[in-house]
């Protein structure tokens, strides 16, 4: 995260909120988006329901989505208290509640949710009330003062049987979960200047609003190319007694770039290839709803909706035709499928596969032929054991075991030559998003800048009646490996997408921009160079077709779920890396 000095405070929540909110459109985390101050008074608005089960701390209510609930609401449950008598009939008119308990729902389905009991007097029972924010306390924090003004009748009229209080000499920052229950706080709202957000008593975020924004950028009329500056510096070549250069680190290698084409939709994953052997490229994408082949700047050729158990993570393209695509059952296990487009047709040859799926590039020759099975674990869901595969219809072959480096993960991973001693390391993103590289199970090196990232991941785990998960399995961008400069030293070329606030909420990584890297071998050992420069988009996708590396970058507006994907064509160049000969030492 950059320093206090040169975040404002109003940066620092502007971007949280961002951060947060776009996750969560790909996650499915329950986070709110209010379109409308219509929205925001439903999302608060009391809602009466009935204790339908108990088990421990976790009761069900008959209560779910089709009636506004959403995870992370807050429920009191009552007993009947006293009697209420006419003073003049004598006769029983009702009865006071009493609250016992409190619960945070952790899931939400059609017709009920699940809810975990935060705090109880005693025990609760079946055929109990429950009602949604009612008799309890909320903090309202406006940063700047007056943030919420637009909101506030709106606020007070919907959480009328809550008590809605301000603190004006209390700011976000220096919040804490023992103030919270000092104070006997159950809620708290913090409003800035885009939106507001919602936090439980132990500042975990619950939902996020946002106020009426700007719609997405206007599609340009004509291709747009990113030209560098006048006058900026470029990396002289190698020449002299200092043949290298520190600008490398900091200037791309190929700042400029075409917009080849732009799809309405957001993109979670994209490669090319000559899928039916015609000598001219196919595209393949993936979007949340479905996986796609079309012509290059042509039409749609085929499609493919998963329909069944699990959620498509992402996909693999090999040769002739084969594509891997893994689908996860969360908490359960792998259910991955190999699909064959062949003549116009994008079939399923094989289905319910208990592992990882990945295509590699074994051979050098720049066409991934060799396919991988990493098996699932419940737990780590990485499991230590990887299988060379042979792909069939109805059927795979196992061939041999694949010997890795401990931590290996197929997804984000590549094999290559990078320093020309012809033999082949293993690369692999770690568990911190660090790239690693292993030769003959020796570690040789470990980045210092994070890598990979992705805006869609599904959350994964154990499945509990809590419906916590602390992974998550993210739709990474398969490297790429070439021999860029011709110095039979391979380069790795893969993404980095930045985030400000991985590190806040690791669980929640928001991505805002991204750039191409390529890890290269130099003087120095390895290192990584940037190829593209920072992209104004999460890159969600790589290819190269020719002379020519393809990136998709997504864009849109976080809030809604509307977005568009950009395909864009750049020059394919070798990063700087001073004299071609290899260099000695490590």
Same mark, same amino acid.
């Given at each position: 995260?950059?320093?206090?000095?040169?975040?404002?405070?109003?940066?620092?929540?502007?971007?949280?909120?961002?951060?947060?909110?776009?996750?969560?459109?790909?996650?499915?985390?329950?986070?709110? /988006?209010?379109?409308?101050?219509?929205?925001?008074?439903?999302?608060?608005?009391?809602?009466?329901?009935?204790?339908?089960?108990?088990?421990?701390?976790?009761?069900?209510?008959?209560?779910?989505?089709?009636?506004?609930?959403?995870?992370?609401?807050?429920?009191?449950?009552?007993?009947?208290?006293?009697?209420?008598?006419?003073?003049?009939?004598?006769?029983?008119?009702?009865?006071?509640?009493?609250?016992?308990?409190?619960?945070?729902?952790?899931?939400?389905?059609?017709?009920?949710?699940?809810?975990?009991?935060?705090?109880?007097?005693?025990?609760?029972?079946?055929?109990?009330?429950?009602?949604?924010?009612?008799?309890?306390?909320? /903090?309202? /924090?406006?940063?700047?003062?007056?943030?919420?003004?637009?909101?506030?009748?709106?606020?007070?009229?919907?959480?009328?049987?809550?008590?809605?209080?301000?603190?004006?000499?209390?700011?976000?920052?220096?919040?804490?979960?023992?103030?919270?229950?000092?104070?006997?706080?159950?809620?708290?709202?913090? #409003?800035?200047?885009?939106?507001?957000?919602?936090?439980?008593?132990?500042?975990?975020?619950?939902?996020?609003?946002?106020?009426?924004?700007?719609?997405?950028?206007?599609?340009?009329?004509?291709?747009?190319?990113?030209?560098?500056?006048?006058?900026?510096?470029?990396?002289?070549?190698?020449?002299?007694?200092?043949?290298?250069?520190?600008?490398?680190?900091?200037?791309?290698?190929?700042?400029?770039?075409?917009?080849?084409?732009?799809?309405?939709?957001?993109?979670?994953?994209?490669? +090319?290839?000559?899928?039916?052997?015609?000598?001219?490229?196919?595209?393949?994408?993936?979007?949340?709803?479905?996986?796609?082949?079309?012509?290059?700047?042509?039409?749609?050729?085929?499609?493919?909706?998963?329909?069944?158990?699990?959620?498509?993570?992402?996909?693999?393209?090999?040769?002739?035709?084969?594509?891997?695509?893994?689908?996860?059952?969360?908490?359960?296990?792998?259910?991955?499928?190999?699909?064959?487009?062949?003549?116009?047709?994008?079939?399923?040859?094989?289905?319910?596969?208990?592992?990882?799926? #990945?295509?590699?590039?074994?051979?050098?020759?720049?066409?991934?032929?060799?396919?991988?099975?990493?098996?699932?674990?419940?737990?780590?869901?990485?499991?230590? &054991?990887?299988?060379?595969?042979?792909?069939?219809?109805?059927?795979?072959?196992?061939?041999?075991?694949?010997?890795?480096?401990?931590?290996?993960?197929?997804?984000?991973?590549?094999?290559?030559?990078?320093?020309?001693?012809?033999?082949?390391?293993?690369?692999? +993103?770690?568990?911190?998003?660090?790239?690693?590289?292993?030769?003959?199970?020796?570690?040789?090196?470990?980045? &210092?800048?994070?890598?990979?990232?992705?805006?869609?991941?599904?959350?994964?785990?154990?499945?509990? +009646?809590?419906?916590?998960?602390?992974?998550?399995?993210?739709?990474?961008?398969?490297?790429?490996?070439?021999?860029?400069?011709?110095?039979?030293?391979?380069?790795?070329?893969?993404?980095?997408?930045?985030?400000?606030?991985?590190?806040?909420?690791?669980?929640?990584?928001?991505?805002?921009?991204?750039?191409?890297?390529?890890?290269?071998?130099?003087?120095?050992?390895?290192?990584?160079?940037?190829?593209?420069?920072?992209?104004?988009?999460?890159?969600?996708?790589?290819?190269?077709?020719?002379?020519?590396?393809?990136?998709?970058?997504?864009?849109?507006?976080?809030?809604?779920?509307?977005?568009?994907?950009?395909?864009?064509?750049?020059?394919?160049?070798?990063?700087? #890396?001073?004299?071609?000969?290899?260099?000695?030492?490590?």
């Amino acid at each position: 995260m950059k320093s206090n000095s040169a975040v404002t405070v109003r940066s620092f929540m502007y971007r949280t909120l961002l951060s947060v909110v776009l996750v969560v459109l790909f996650l499915g985390t329950g986070v709110s /988006l209010a379109r409308s101050l219509d929205d925001l008074a439903a999302g608060f608005s009391p809602v009466s329901a009935l204790v339908i089960n108990v088990e421990g701390d976790t009761v069900l209510i008959d209560k779910g989505v089709r009636d506004g609930i959403h995870r992370g609401d807050l429920f009191t449950i009552y007993r009947e208290g006293k009697k209420i008598i006419h003073p003049v009939t004598k006769q029983e008119i009702g009865r006071l509640k009493e609250p016992i308990a409190k619960a945070e729902a952790v899931r939400v389905e059609e017709t009920f949710s699940v809810l975990h009991l935060v705090s109880k007097k005693e025990t609760v029972k079946v055929g109990q009330p429950a009602v949604r924010f009612a008799d309890i306390k909320v /903090l309202l /924090l406006e940063e700047p003062p007056g943030a919420a003004q637009k909101v506030l009748p709106s606020l007070r009229s919907a959480l009328a049987e809550a008590e809605l209080v301000t603190s004006p000499g209390v700011s976000w920052r220096e919040l804490n979960p023992t103030f919270l229950s000092r104070e006997g706080i159950d809620l708290v709202l913090v #409003a800035d200047e885009n939106g507001l957000r919602v936090y439980n008593a132990n500042l975990e975020l619950l939902q996020a609003y946002t106020w009426p924004v700007t719609g997405l950028p206007s599609r340009p009329s004509a291709p747009v190319t990113s030209l560098p500056a006048q006058g900026q510096l470029r990396p002289s070549g190698p020449s002299g007694p200092y043949p290298y250069s520190t600008l490398r680190y900091q200037l791309p290698a190929a700042p400029q770039f075409r917009r080849v084409a732009r799809l309405p939709a957001v993109v979670t994953d994209f490669e +090319m290839g000559d899928l039916d052997a015609d000598g001219r490229p196919e595209v393949v994408y993936m979007t949340p709803q479905g996986l796609y082949v079309s012509q290059f700047g042509g039409r749609l050729l085929a499609s493919y909706r998963h329909t069944g158990f699990g959620k498509m993570v992402n996909f693999s393209l090999g040769p002739d035709g084969w594509i891997a695509l893994n689908i996860y059952v969360p908490g359960e296990a792998m259910r991955s499928r190999l699909l064959r487009y062949q003549r116009g047709r994008l079939e399923t040859a094989v289905s319910d596969i208990n592992f990882f799926l #990945a295509f590699f590039d074994l051979n050098g020759d720049g066409l991934k032929e060799t396919l991988l099975g990493q098996t699932y674990d419940r737990q780590s869901l990485f499991g230590p &054991t990887i299988y060379r595969l042979k792909p069939a219809w109805d059927k795979i072959s196992y061939l041999e075991t694949e010997r890795v480096p401990g931590g290996f993960r197929v997804l984000l991973a590549a094999f290559a030559d990078i320093n020309g001693n012809r033999v082949k390391e293993a690369c692999f +993103m770690d568990l911190g998003h660090k790239l690693r590289v292993y030769e003959r199970g020796r570690r040789l090196w470990t980045s &210092t800048t994070k890598v990979g990232g992705s805006i869609y991941a599904l959350a994964a785990g154990p499945k509990t +009646m809590k419906a916590v998960y602390k992974k998550t399995i993210s739709a990474e961008v398969e490297p790429l490996v070439r021999d860029l400069n011709g110095d039979g030293r391979q380069e790795v070329i893969l993404v980095r997408n930045i985030s400000s606030h991985r590190d806040i909420l690791p669980n929640l990584p928001a991505y805002e921009s991204g750039e191409v890297l390529a890890l290269i071998y130099s003087a120095t050992g390895y290192e990584l160079i940037p190829l593209t420069g920072k992209l104004e988009g999460p890159v969600q996708g790589l290819a190269i077709w020719g002379k020519e590396l393809y990136c998709v970058v997504v864009k849109g507006n976080p809030f809604t779920q509307e977005g568009e994907s950009y395909l864009l064509a750049f020059p394919l160049v070798a990063p700087a #890396a001073g004299p071609s000969q290899n260099p000695g030492g490590r």
